[in-house]
């Protein structure tokens, strides 16, 4: 009778609970049975571990977990059954205590290497542990003994998806082989290959899934798209062409044909279509402006769409005043066709509609700072930090203005600002280091140097700088011209570079070596009085007083505010 008593009893607890699943034939194995009653003299072993069980399994249900798992080792005292360590494993992980549950998870699949349902616990286990290796290795192996199992196929696929997706490409596709094309599935391989920038093979997937949902509108404009970005443009054009035959007036799609035929180069065509759209009222400026960014894409490999694209952008201001986006636009055509006109009053613009926005106060500004006009830039940025204090290229942009203009303690005080935001740019540490080396601080100028350096090594315009800030204090000479040939190896034709290696020539007293340096960086042109009056020092100490001066007046003709050099012209001497 105690086995009847057994049989009946466990499927009710395999009913109610789920925790427990182990042989159809012989729950508890009776090899295991009879090593059980053998260790305790009986058959009572198998009677203790069924009764530790069946406790093990009413504390479960009861949501007793810890009281569970010590029932269940209990019955693993009489009987070592897979079972019981898959039991043990499920409430250790509801306990999210990983490492146990993997362990018995473990031991299961050991004990019973051919049941499935402890490898894909085993697998669950795992992936909940963030092991996501351990588990696409029992997932493969589920599939490698069992190929029906497509939910398998699917959790597989997701593991590698995120890490490894080529590998979930793999998986997905033979998804579609062994099971045939799924919707779900293929959406995954869209997105997987969409991201792999592999836009073809991405439209591939959604035409197929379009054969599963012919009338889905939602997504043949994103088959179309696709195509786009494929540059797939008579596909596309395909697409849209049977999408407006359906929505005749579903002005995206008119738009995205529009766009299409402009990629082709069918200009006039494309024209029209887009006319169309933007003499609406009913238009939103989005469309609009999508239609616009069309064009200004296309300008890139066609300048002569410049003119039809800044008309079209013009159109777009004048119907939506306030919208920022077409003058951005607008500034964007100025600075390719370089009208700067246009440029700094669309940007202007766009700082009225839209202050958050950095780049209209960067390019603004830029104009200028090409012209060399600091006092503008200066006053176009002292306006863009106080909206945007914490960017990076409105507190540089500013600081480098405001050194032009000898505002050093300005200068600095946003300069470090810059630094604070973005403490590894070498190029703010190096203009701060400039700044103090001006200042006549040259400790904090020489740190700053030395720190740029460790950043970048190799880069010419620090090396210059600090080996001619060594060279004017006649300091670490050696040093300073082993930076400063490395920086004119860089740059062999830069007057600067040239510049500086011929004064530290001059400083370690090799003359006619400083005299080539010196000259070549004249002769490279758009020099300062600077250069002239080193090279009028170079000629006093080559005792040709007659050169010195000449370049001395040299210097003074572009520096005529310039008392010490007056004063070295007048004594005619160094």
């Not at 070596?513 to 010196?518: H, L, N, Q, R």
Request: net charge negative; aromatic share 10%.
């Amino acid at each position: 009778m105690r086995n009847v008593r057994f049989v009946w009893i466990l499927p009710v607890f395999l009913a109610l609970q789920g925790c427990w699943i182990g042989s159809e034939t012989d729950p508890l194995g009776k090899g295991k049975q009879q090593e059980a009653a053998s260790r305790e003299g009986t058959d009572g072993g198998n009677d203790k571990a069924l009764q530790h069980f069946v406790d093990g399994a009413t504390q479960e249900m009861k949501g007793n977990l810890a009281q569970a798992i010590l029932e269940y080792q209990d019955a693993l005292r009489y009987d070592k059954d897979p079972a019981i360590y898959f039991a043990i494993s499920k409430c250790y992980s509801q306990l999210t205590k990983h490492s146990l549950a993997i362990d018995a998870a473990r031991e299961a699949v050991r004990l019973a290497p051919d049941e499935l349902t402890y490898r894909r616990n085993l697998a669950d286990i795992s992936a909940a542990a963030f092991d996501f290796d351990a588990a696409a290795e029992q997932f493969e192996e589920v599939i490698k003994r069992d190929s029906t199992q497509i939910d398998a196929w699917y959790h597989l696929a997701r593991i590698y998806q995120t890490r490894k997706p080529l590998r979930a490409l793999e998986v997905y596709e033979r998804i579609v082989e062994r099971f045939g094309p799924e919707w779900d599935v293929l959406l995954q391989i869209a997105d997987i290959q969409n991201k792999l920038g592999r836009f073809d093979r991405a439209a591939e997937a959604l035409r197929q899934m379009t054969l599963l949902d012919p009338s889905n509108k939602e997504l043949k404009k994103t088959l179309g798209q696709t195509y786009v970005r494929a540059s797939q443009f008579d596909s596309a054009l395909v697409v849209y062409s049977d999408l407006r035959e359906v929505y005749p007036d579903d002005l995206e799609i008119q738009a995205e044909l529009a766009g299409v035929r402009l990629s082709r180069g069918e200009y006039t065509q494309a024209a029209r279509e887009f006319d169309t759209s933007l003499d609406r009222d009913s238009v939103s400026a989005d469309v609009k402006v999508r239609i616009g960014e069309m064009y200004f894409a296309q300008m890139g490999k066609d300048s002569t769409l410049a003119p039809v694209t800044r008309s079209m952008f013009e159109r777009i201001a004048r119907v939506h005043p306030d919208d920022w986006r077409p003058y951005w636009f607008l500034g964007a055509i100025g600075s390719v066709t370089r009208d700067d006109s246009l440029t700094v009053r669309s940007f202007k613009r766009v700082t009225e509609l839209a202050s958050w926005n950095p780049d209209a106060w960067v390019y603004l500004s830029s104009v200028f700072l090409g012209k060399n006009n600091f006092e503008e830039v200066v006053r176009i940025l002292e306006s863009a930090v106080k909206v945007l204090p914490d960017d990076f290229r409105v507190n540089f942009f500013l600081g480098i203005s405001y050194s032009r203009l000898n505002r050093n303690t300005d200068a600095a005080r946003v300069l470090e600002r810059a630094r604070q935001i973005n403490a590894k740019d070498v190029d703010v540490i190096a203009q701060l280091a400039l700044v103090y080396d001006t200042m006549k601080r040259p400790e904090e100028s020489d740190n700053l140097y030395e720190e740029a350096l460790r950043l970048d090594p190799e880069n010419h315009l620090v090396l210059n700088n600090y080996a001619y800030s060594l060279a004017e204090r006649n300091l670490r000479l050696e040093r300073a011209l082993e930076m400063s040939r490395k920086a004119v190896e860089a740059q062999p034709e830069n007057a600067s570079y040239l510049d500086t290696i011929g004064w530290i020539y001059f400083r370690l007293g090799q003359y006619t070596e400083a005299e080539t340096y010196v000259k070549k960086a004249i002769s490279k042109g758009e020099v300062n009085a600077v250069v002239y009056e080193h090279l009028g020092d170079i000629y006093y100490k080559l005792n040709q007083k007659d050169l010195a001066i000449e370049h001395w007046n040299m210097a003074l003709k572009l520096d005529e505010n310039n008392s010490a050099l007056r004063d070295k012209i007048a004594r005619g001497s160094i």
